[in-house]
């Protein structure tokens, strides 16, 4: 679904294209959307416990947050290690942010 957005520059408009995100509803069933995140949760890292709801998007707080390490376990039960950086989001259907190996701090999550 493309979405109209304005031109800063103030040519014609240009269109966009919205990215599908997998979310998960209330009664546990997956629903795809393409709405804007509804809410930012604090993330505390965890290896034994799954984040309170899934989150489509992990981001670094952008004034507190600092670069580093992320391990994350994704729905389909992958997990990943990789880095994240202030401004530089990781989406995906992310359950889990486990503490050991991250080292990233300020992270929250959009839903």
């Known amino acids: 679904m493309a979405d109209q957005l304005p031109d800063l520059e103030g040519g014609a408009n240009r269109r966009v ?31 034994s416990a799954d984040l309170s709801t899934v989150v489509r998007e992990v981001r670094l707080k952008p004034i507190s947050g600092t670069d580093g390490t992320i391990r994350v376990t994704f729905a389909n039960g992958s997990t990943r290690d990789t ?10 259907t992310i359950v889990r942010v486990h503490a050991t190996g991250t080292t990233a701090t300020g992270l929250e999550g959009l839903v």
Do not use: Q
């Open 17 to 47: 294209e919205s990215m599908p995100v997998l979310a998960i509803r209330p009664d546990g069933s997956p629903s795809v959307t393409t709405d804007p995140a509804s809410d930012i949760i604090p993330i505390a890292p965890n290896d």
């Open 83 to 92: 880095e994240i950086a202030v401004g530089m989001p990781l989406t995906g």
